[in-house]
């Protein structure tokens, strides 16, 4: 099982960004994939999060109506995009994966990607 979180990077204030988790080594059908993110300092996150069956959840209340789970299950790839980010969105956005059910405590997921860093600055 592998996780692999892309799509980082240094991005102005209002600009928008799209990662990527690429899945590997099982069917992404089957699982719920969440997005998780460290800001420096700060414990982890639970930002969004999308079920097997469909479901799609936004946790970081500052992102509801900025951030948008995805998923294309013929690409094994979900997707977090992110509009009109701000300098408090920089942080390592993690990608997880949970055999169950969707849910911003991070402990519940069994397999995580390496990370990807998000910085918003001017």
């Known amino acids: 099982v592998q996780l692999q979180a892309f799509g980082g990077g240094l991005v102005q204030p209002g600009g928008s960004l799209t990662l990527s988790c690429a899945a590997s080594?099982?069917?992404?059908?089957?699982?719920?994939i969440g997005w998780f993110r460290q800001a420096p300092g700060k414990e982890r996150e639970g930002v969004a999060c999308?079920?097997?069956?469909?479901?799609?959840?936004i946790y970081v209340g500052s992102g509801k109506g900025r951030f948008t789970i995805s998923r294309d299950n013929a690409k094994n790839t979900v997707y977090l995009q992110m509009t009109s980010l701000k300098p408090e969105d920089t942080a390592v956005y993690y990608c997880?994966?949970?055999?169950?059910?969707?849910?911003?405590?991070?402990?519940?997921?069994?397999?995580w990607g390496q990370g990807t860093l998000v910085t918003v600055s001017s």
């Open positions: 997880a994966r949970a055999p169950n059910v969707c849910s911003g405590y991070d402990g519940i997921y069994n397999y």
């Open positions: 080594g099982f069917t992404l059908t089957h699982y719920n």
């Open positions: 999308t079920s097997s069956s469909g479901g799609r959840f």
